[in-house]
């Protein structure tokens, strides 16, 4: 092909000719490399180790961030260092929990990403990550609060509307808090694959597990730091929830954490709402049987009064009359 176009040169193309062309040739190809290196460069500085790569799924994450300084500062911020929870009753603590936790779904109905303009409401990452928490957290509540009551001696004294013995509110912060746990997880773990891409799986798996743990512990034992200058959520030993209650409450987030990072993390393969809901459904399950074993073969971290020990048979949010434990005894 090169002896081809060389004889398609007129014979009256001088050498100066030639010469120039092949200068200006030479420019150009600088010119496509200088070009093709840009584009290379500005592709490369767009995909970021920490975010998704589902565009949809990063807009979510975005949203959730930016959004989370919003209830923080109300709530650690504002209510909590200049005691405005000494004048609240029922209803303003059910409304600070509204006012927390429903802004997370409501914006984003209203305030639609260019990621998800072309989808349906059911195929948004937020939507999922809603329900995927709400679910989870549910469950939490109104289950594994009864542990923390049982094995931690937690208790709950602020005026409030209930629900099995557990305060409304508490529902509602919940959500907005494990939405930004969870997404604040999905970025480091993404970040940590990518660093560790390179090794033997098994160093892979373990190293990923280790950061699991360290930051499922980081994140109970912050939570637990930051609340300690409320004065109607207590416990019996505090010191002991600091070192023991936090790694307890970091089982919620050994399990959930990698669970969570899975939805609409393969470029791909979306999820839809049922698998979102029964993946959550799973999560919890795991979770309710390992607070339970705890239960059961380590007991609680501090002593409890007799009402509430935990080493009976049956669950923690049960009430066992006495009527029951002496017909099981014959």
Known sequence: MQQLWWWQIPRSFDKSQLQGAAVAGGRNAGSVRGVRGKVGRSSGASQSLWLASNPSKRWGEAFFLIYTPFWLVLCLGIVVPYKLYERFTELEYLILGLVSAVPAILIPL???GKADSGK?????????????IIIFSYVGNYFWTHYFFTVLGASYTFPSWRMNNVPHTTFLLTHACFLFYHVASNMTLRRLRHSIAGLPQSIQFFTEAAWILALSYFIAYLETLAIANFPYYEFVDRASMYKVGSLFYAIYFIVSFPMFLRIDEKVGEPWDLPRVAVDALG????????????????????????SKQCT???????QIHDSVMQNESV
């Open 110 to 112: 209203f305030l639609v």
């Open 312 to 318: 009976q048979p049956g669950l923690a949010w049960f």
């Open 120 to 132: 349906s409401l059911k195929d948004r990452y937020w939507v999922k990550a809603n329900l995927w």
């Open 283 to 306: 999560a919890a399950m795991l979770v309710t049987i390992i607070l339970d074993l705890w239960r059961l073969f380590l007991g609680p971290i501090v002593p409890v009064p007799e």
